[in-house]
């Protein structure tokens, strides 16, 4: 706690010496200090807006802030997230969650890569590994903190992760980046692309390893390609396709139990996607998206030495067709509305038994708008009709936000929205056994989950000083959690899935922003959060999956000779441990990285340093996920 304390009270002097820097005198303030700090929203309505007329709290993670932070993997970048706790539950397994974080798999949270859904049905979650993407290939992620399926459907219960990759245009040429450092860490990144005046086509080889944890038998190697292209067919029409392929080898262990042996595991995830934009003007369009996600997971062990052999394995696959039309059928009104049309199959004779292929069609329709009732104040509605096979009943979700301009620098906002989220498969038609005994079953149909919420904010920027602040207040009632339930109170064989659990979660979230020069950034984010559930069964408590107080904060500063430096500090208050119940002390992350770009034979090159839990901090807990200090260096060469 001593060493927690001492590193608060140095971040509370930097903040008061920056604070200190003297304002912009009032005749160098030009139309741009007004405009800064600015970051268009594209995801919160699926409308074009800036972030002060969004409907929900917005956080946006920019390329800048991803390659100071000197994470390789992608779920580490939501730390700078205010309310998002990021966990492992293994090396090459990244747990991350709005508000709780009680599962390993993002099951309540809608996460999208250039608007296709990245769920994987026969895990009830997202797999970050599997995205089919690296950091690399990020332009920028938009996180909607807050219900919004309004705007995205099912699993979008606590909010959306929109990440959005580089346009083809942006990487002509060629890139290659090699990382290699400590725990066996060795990353190889190579980038093509070219094209025409109406085409581009790029395409990233990827390959990453590293041991894991260290008491852990987790180690990864990943082989990833994905291909993107954007042609311009006409002044009006804009096609675009992507391609992804990963090929996965895993290391898998159960630290609960020694019946089950350390063994490998194979995993194959491939999509591809097709989109087509027609404007009919400049203020409105069509789009059509198709795409199809697959997934394959090879998990077979010999169970407690026995004869015995257990085949966990399991196929899904998902296609989703949407179409969407924007337009501004009056100067101060702007509408997105739409349709789309989904199949998840899911192949697994080990979770489903007697019937190892189910599927489940669903619909959506779904509409947005956003009003100018006057110059100074902004109406946002919309609402998701869907409807799904699995529970057989059309749902409604409703959104509605006022934010009102005092000035033209202050804005606030109050809002109230509900959301979803439908059972999936493998909690629907779960039917598990092993030599004849029954470990898990199909009790009958499940409910949706419901969440209903409240936000007030308050989004301030201050253009003498090149700040700003966003303030959230927030109230949520969430009710009908699924999770599985034991045949008794002694937690007995066989489980089903049940609605069990209702949670009640209220708090206050800060992000604050100070760009003083061209050379100096930073970033700092805060969260207070309380929890009240239910909380049937212990392993899946909710009241202290979160943190009461946590922070993050990214201070990037660019010297002269082209050398740049970044510190990233993270903390967290006590929280309980995923997948157990055992609670985590309170813990401080640092890390650094410092880089250095030049000319190599005419071409740009970037050296860096990075070190990451600086302060070799960690704690012991079941699942042994011991991270001690870990440093590696990274080579990025860029041909033009």
Request: glycine letters at 6%; a neutral charge; aromatic letters at 10%.
């Amino acid at each position: 706690m001593q060493k927690q304390a001492s590193c608060l009270y140095g971040l509370t002097g930097l903040l008061l010496i920056l604070a200190g820097i003297p304002p912009l005198q009032a005749a160098a303030l030009s139309e741009n200090d007004f405009l800064q700090d600015l970051p268009v929203v594209l995801s919160a309505t699926r409308l074009v807006q800036d972030k002060r007329d969004a409907p929900v709290a917005t956080t946006v993670i920019d390329r800048e802030m991803i390659d100071a932070s000197g994470f390789t993997e992608i779920a580490d970048l939501l730390r700078y997230v205010p309310g998002f706790i990021v966990n492992y539950d293994s090396g090459h397994m990244q747990a991350a969650s709005y508000h709780m974080l009680n599962n390993n798999l993002s099951r309540r949270m809608q996460v999208l890569v250039d608007g296709r859904s990245v769920y994987i049905p026969s895990l009830l979650g997202v797999q970050w590994t599997s995205l089919g993407i690296s950091i690399e290939d990020i332009e920028r992620i938009e996180v909607i903190r807050g219900p919004n399926a309004a705007s995205y459907g099912s699993n979008s219960l606590l909010g959306v992760i929109s990440i959005i990759t580089r346009h083809a245009s942006q990487d002509r040429g060629v890139m290659t980046k090699i990382n290699t450092g400590e725990n066996n860490l060795a990353e190889g990144f190579l980038r093509m692309g070219g094209g025409n005046e109406n085409l581009d086509v790029k395409a990233t080889a990827v390959y990453r390893q590293n041991a894991g944890f260290v008491e852990r038998y987790d180690s990864a190697q990943f082989r990833k390609l994905n291909i993107r292209a954007d042609y311009q067919a006409s002044l009006n029409d804009t096609l675009v396709f992507y391609g992804t392929i990963n090929n996965g080898k895993v290391q898998e262990d159960n630290v609960f139990s020694s019946d089950i042996p350390n063994h490998p595991a194979n995993l194959t995830a491939r999509s591809f996607q097709l989109g087509w934009t027609h404007s009919l003007s400049a203020s409105e369009d069509f789009k059509f998206q198709y795409y199809q996600e697959y997934y394959d997971k090879q998990n077979r062990y010999q169970y407690a030495g026995t004869p015995l052999f257990i085949d966990q394995s399991r196929r899904s696959k998902r296609d989703d067709l949407e179409f969407q039309h924007t337009l501004s059928p009056l100067d101060n009104l702007n509408i997105a509305w739409g349709f789309g049309l989904r199949k998840d199959q899911v192949i697994s004779d080990y979770y489903l038994g007697q019937t190892p292929t189910q599927t489940n069609s669903s619909y959506r329709l779904f509409g947005n708008l956003a009003w100018d009732i006057t110059d100074s104040t902004l109406l946002n509605a919309g609402a998701m009709l869907e409807d799904y096979q699995i529970t057989k009943g059309a749902e409604l979700s409703p959104m509605l936000s006022l934010n009102h301009h005092l000035t033209n620098t202050d804005t606030l906002r109050i809002s109230a929205s509900t959301a979803i989220r439908a059972p999936g498969i493998i909690e629907e038609y779960t039917d598990v056994s092993v030599a004849g005994n029954s470990i898990a079953y199909d009790a009958g149909k499940l409910a949706p989950e419901r969440i209903l919420a409240y936000e007030v904010g308050y989004l301030g920027r201050f253009p003498r000083y090149r700040a700003s602040l966003d303030l959230k207040f927030y109230r949520e009632y969430i009710r009908n959690l699924i999770s599985l339930a034991a045949a008794d109170a002694a937690g007995n064989l066989p489980y089903h899935f049940a609605n069990q659990d209702n949670v009640k979660t209220a708090g206050l979230e800060a992000t604050f922003s100070f760009k003083p020069n061209h050379k100096l950034r930073l970033e700092f984010s805060y969260a207070h959060a309380r929890i009240q559930s239910t909380d049937v069964r212990n392993t899946t408590q909710y009241a202290n999956s979160s943190p009461d107080d946590s922070f993050s904060l990214q201070i990037i500063q660019r010297f002269s000779q082209s050398y740049q430096a970044s510190l990233n500090v993270f903390y967290n208050s006590v929280m309980k441990q995923l997948a157990t119940e055992e609670m985590r002390s309170d813990n401080t992350r640092i890390n650094l990285r410092i880089g250095k770009t030049f000319k190599l034979a005419g071409n740009k090159t970037e050296l860096a340093l990075i070190v990451q839990n600086l302060l070799n901090e960690f704690e012991y807990t079941r699942l042994r996920n011991v991270a001690e200090r870990r440093s590696y260096l990274s080579l990025k060469l860029e041909f033009r």
